[in-house]
């Protein structure tokens, strides 16, 4: 029987598992900046996905009647929504990978989903949403992860429907009825890694206790049906990486400690690089403006060069950077989302290099900005321009062989002094939201 079992688990491991590094976690940790595309049928009201039931809030989340919120999908008509527009302009801000909400914490399949009437399908739309962003992406090359939220206001199964969303919204899983509610994910986990190609990244996002779902169960049927597919760390096993939310780590993450659910272990010391062994792959997730989801009202947009120097902190600790945005209910983009990734994609066309494919900084107490490195070169992400004309800064160490400004190539001076390094500056940024200069060492 011990033999039986354990051939049983080799079949549903992926083949690294068995020894080796994870060409997954490879590739994911190369890719860096990504797309996280929030949409559902509360952009018709224009309010964050779920939470006006689930927790109320005049000023957060404007209260909405159970009743009104059932009624969005026959008004949820996305004739405007052009799929191959949205996977181009990931490609245009120079994302990597895309990360769709096919279904929220309301229950609301953006997917052709057999097991519901809840769907996309059921709308005037009436088309698999999730198909027609899966065909283009696969299309355009552009890896594809599905954001799936176990919880399900909508399925009786989960909670008791008879009672207000607010009051049992983390579900009910004493109840006899959990039991089916965990074969209903089985069969919607199944559809999504079954009907669309290939998955990159299963993201999931529990509200419910996490012990209750029975991670491992979702991890081997995962494993089963795309052994590629990476999964995120919030059904309470771990997961391959890690997921903040809204926030960046203060440290380079490690793997010390398992991470469970939304919390990164920043176990490296202040300023030190960790072994690359050591380290915990992580991703944060970010909204471009105070929403996850469509909001017409929500002006409070962050700015290009904040988000540039968000990204280049991102890298600094080895993390990726998933950039919310949240289409109309007519499936257009707003300009304010177009207009910054347009511009993060200008930045990254010159200082890309700087970005994808680097792991953490070896420097990370720098005062004036951050540092990502590929092999032997350095890249310091200068936030702020020495006025002085003289960049210090110390923990370099080995042999220096040139410092250049990758936005052009302009070779710099530099020499070591007191255990030092100095580089010898030009007057003004050449970048006027992250200037970055290539170390190259020996």
């Not at 033999?3 to 080796?20: D, Q, Y």
């Not at 209750?212 to 096993?237: A, K, M, S, W």
């Not at 920043?266 to 915990?280: C, L």
């Not at 580089?423 to 200037?435: L, R």
Request: with cysteine; proline share 7%.
């Amino acid at each position: 029987m011990k033999v039986r079992n354990a051939l049983l688990l080799l079949m549903v491991l992926p083949s690294f598992a068995l020894g080796g590094p994870d060409p997954r976690i490879q590739k994911f940790n190369d890719w860096k900046f990504g797309m996280f595309l929030c949409w559902g049928v509360c952009s018709v009201a224009g309010v964050d996905c779920s939470w006006p039931l689930m927790r109320p809030n005049p000023k957060r989340n404007p209260p909405i009647t159970e009743a009104v919120y059932a009624g969005y999908p026959g008004q949820f008509n996305p004739t405007k929504f052009n799929p191959d527009a949205v996977v181009q302009l990931a490609k245009d801000a120079g994302q990597r990978y895309i990360v769709f909400t096919t279904k929220h914490h309301d229950g609301f399949c953006m997917f052709d989903s057999m097991y519901t009437d809840y769907k996309i399908t059921k709308t005037p739309y009436g088309k698999d949403l999730t198909k027609e962003l899966a065909d283009a992406c696969h299309r355009a090359n552009m890896p594809l992860g599905f954001y799936y939220s176990p919880a399900d206001m909508h399925y009786p199964d989960y909670r008791d429907t008879s009672k207000l969303v607010s009051t049992n919204y983390h579900g009910e899983p004493w109840r006899p009825d959990w039991p089916i509610f965990l074969n209903y994910l089985d069969l919607q986990v199944s559809e999504l890694l079954t009907h669309y190609g290939p998955v990159a990244v299963m993201w999931f996002d529990a509200v419910a206790p996490l012990e209750e779902f029975d991670g491992r169960r979702y991890l081997r049927l995962i494993h089963q049906l795309q052994p590629d597919t990476l999964v995120n760390n919030r059904l309470g096993v771990g997961g391959d990486f890690d997921t903040p939310e809204q926030h960046l780590p203060k440290g380079v993450p490690t793997n010390s400690i398992a991470g469970d659910n939304t919390r990164v272990i920043n176990n490296s010391i202040a300023g030190v690089a960790p072994k690359a062994e050591d380290f915990r792959p992580w991703e944060t997730c970010m909204t471009t403006n105070g929403n996850w989801f469509y909001n017409l009202n929500d002006h409070n947009f962050k700015s290009a060069k904040q988000l540039i120097q968000t990204l280049a902190d991102v890298a600094s600790k080895g993390g990726n950077f998933l950039l919310a945005l949240g289409p109309a209910a007519d499936g257009t983009i707003q300009p304010e989302f177009v207009e910054r990734l347009h511009a993060m994609g200008a930045w990254l066309k010159i200082n890309g290099d700087s970005i994808y494919g680097t792991t953490y900084g070896p420097l990370q107490n720098l005062s004036f900005g951050r540092s990502t490195r590929n092999g032997k070169t350095i890249y310091l992400h200068v936030f702020d321009w020495p006025a002085d004309g003289e960049l210090q800064m110390e923990g370099v160490t080995g042999t220096i062989a040139s410092v250049r400004v990758l936005a052009g190539g302009q070779r710099l001076t530099y020499h070591k002094e007191s255990g030092k390094l100095v580089i010898n500056t030009p007057a003004h940024a050449p970048d006027a939201d992250d200037s970055v200069l290539a170390v190259e060492t020996r």
